[in-house]
């Protein structure tokens, strides 16, 4: 592989790796920000929503955008308006500001992964693009593990404010070397492209079931992903975690994330990336059950919620790997986005959720509990996905017989 298409590649997987950071730095600046200014966590369930709102709104525009400036620029900006959403962050007094604040920081991170996914695997054949895909998309839990390992020294050292300097002033760094290095790629250039890449471009041709199937998935997996991403450091809490040690539930699920993505990666061209996400689903379900119904210490509960890491993060990789071999080049960012975005959805449900459960007096164990309905159905989901994509994979091979 030629050195600019690599750098290409690992600019795409910093980028979203400071988006893992990102999105988990409001989750573990909780506890620190609930003590500092004397409101209940759950009071902190609207800026954690509007993050997730925000990213919705950049993953449905982000196809559209991209087809208008390319895929260089649409993942440079959405950095630098995600830097500065940071930067506001930290600038925050009061939930209303920072809710807005966090508003911006998501419409930026949502234009960087499909962006990001879509330039690492242009070009590439099936099999590459499903492991590159997987490769980019484990930035998310390398972000959370950077994230979950830094934001209790630096939130105990220099206040919750620093968290958020970091993920401003990291992305900023970054930008530089992103437009020298990063060659602008229009993957749409002419009209009929253009109308090959939007969204209706993922219901032709027979993909309506197999779209609407992805999309469930994304929905279900994001919303407890995402509820733990957001509460884990606050559910520590309840399992008796101090303050400081509370944000080890971030590094938790972000080296399960990374085991479990690395799984994908490496069994990639054996198994088909659908059959995994089941497995992976019911890994998950049954790391749930054990934390749900029995009384762990400390290392054993962090280790449980590794395991849950594995099979949720995995998971929420592995779907937007499905994504890119499901779409031609022309309508994968949209695929991407799209799919991403309906998860995104799932990912303002799960915080709603979480913060309800425990605003209600909830046990954490009931809150662990009740995330095992969502996973269940996310299994049965993508066991009909499978079945539909293998079907059409012997179609497509007695079509190529015949002929």
Request: glycine letters at 12%.
């Amino acid at each position: 592989m030629q050195p600019i298409r690599w750098a290409v590649i690992v600019l795409a997987f910093l980028a979203v790796v400071l988006d893992g950071f990102d999105t988990a730095s409001m989750g573990l600046s909780i506890p620190a920000l609930s003590a500092a200014w004397g409101v209940a966590p759950a009071s902190f369930t609207t800026p954690l929503i509007a993050t997730n709102a925000g990213v919705v709104i950049g993953y449905i525009a982000c196809s559209r955008i991209s087809a208008q400036l390319g895929l260089r620029l649409t993942l440079i900006g959405g950095t630098a308006i995600f830097a500065v959403g940071s930067a506001l962050t930290a600038l925050s007094s009061e939930i209303t500001m920072m809710a807005v604040a966090r508003l911006v920081t998501g419409f930026g991170l949502g234009a960087v992964l499909p962006s990001a996914v879509s330039l690492a695997t242009l070009g590439s054949s099936a099999r590459t693009r499903e492991r590159l895909a997987v490769l980019v998309t484990m930035g998310l839990s390398a972000g959370a593990l950077v994230a979950g390992l830094s934001g209790g020294k630096l939130a105990g050292a220099y206040g919750w404010q620093s968290i958020f300097w970091v993920g401003a002033i990291l992305p900023v760094a970054l930008l530089p070397i992103m437009y020298f290095r990063i060659p602008n790629v229009r993957v749409t250039t002419d009209h009929d492209q253009r109308s090959n890449s939007g969204v209706a471009s993922l219901f032709a041709g027979g993909r309506t079931p197999s779209t609407l199937l992805l999309w469930a998935f994304a929905f279900l997996i994001f919303t407890t992903f995402y509820a733990f991403s957001s509460w884990l450091p606050t559910l520590l809490l309840h399992f008796g975690f101090s303050t400081s040690m509370a944000p080890l539930g971030a590094a938790s699920l972000g080296i399960g994330g990374i085991l479990g993505a690395s799984m994908l990666i490496i069994f990639a061209g054996k198994f088909p990336t659908s059959r995994m996400l089941i497995v992976a689903g019911a890994l998950a379900i049954a790391f749930l059950m054990l934390v749900s119904f029995i009384t762990p210490g400390p290392v054993l509960l962090l280790l449980l919620f590794t395991g849950v890491g594995a099979g949720l993060a995995s998971s929420m990789v592995g779907q937007a790997a499905v994504a890119v071999s499901a779409y031609s080049e022309a309508s994968r960012t949209a695929g991407v986005g799209w799919a991403a975005a309906l998860g995104r959805v799932g990912s303002i449900v799960g915080p709603a959720a979480g913060g309800l459960m425990l605003a209600t007096g909830q046990s954490a164990q009931a809150v662990v509990a009740a995330s095992c309905v969502p996973v269940v159905m996310a299994v049965v989901v993508m066991a009909l996905l499978a079945r539909r994509i293998a079907g059409q994979a012997r179609a497509e091979g007695a079509d190529v017989s015949a002929g």
